[in-house]
């Protein structure tokens, strides 16, 4: 079972995030300027899974992997609570011997199999993909 804990710093509206392997994130509404918006963690989440996915795959299949970028953008409804409707995730990589089907087929495997954030989002959020290789 996955734990975390937030724990609230007096005085404002920032927060600190602890995943169960004891590592933080510091959080925060955007006029504390200090840490991430909740919101937009969600889309680190997305962003992050599928990058770990992506690596592992492209690793096993013995591709040598240069670069890794990933940017995700999602569009929020305009009321609360603002559920995101459509996250989009754009890949920029590079490596010598990487090919469309490699990265097409990494991409497929983390999005339909691996990627527990995007399964988990999927139900409300239309996730959508592109990539382009250096």
């Known amino acids: 079972m996955a734990n975390a804990k937030i724990i609230w710093q007096p ?3 920032t927060f600190i995030g602890t995943d169960s392997t004891n590592h933080s994130v510091v959080l925060s509404t955007p006029d504390e300027g200090v840490g991430m918006k909740p919101s937009e963690l969600l889309l680190v ?6 990058a770990v996915d992506v ?3 492209l690793e096993k299949k013995r591709y040598q992997l240069n670069r ?3 940017q995700v953008s999602g569009e929020q409804d305009a009321d609360p609570p603002w559920t995101y409707r ?14 469309d089907k490699a990265v097409e087929q990494a991409i ?3 999005e339909e199999k691996y990627c527990s954030v995007s399964a988990t989002v999927r ?6 993909t592109s990539y382009e290789l250096l």
């Open 55 to 57: 690596v592992n795959i």
């Open 11 to 13: 005085g404002g509206r």
């Open 45 to 50: 989440a997305v962003g992050s899974c599928t």
């Open 123 to 128: 139900a409300t959020a239309k996730i959508s």
């Open 68 to 70: 890794l970028e990933i």
């Open 86 to 99: 459509k996250i989009h995730i754009h890949y920029i990589l590079q490596g010598a011997e990487l090919t």
């Open 108 to 110: 497929q495997l983390s």
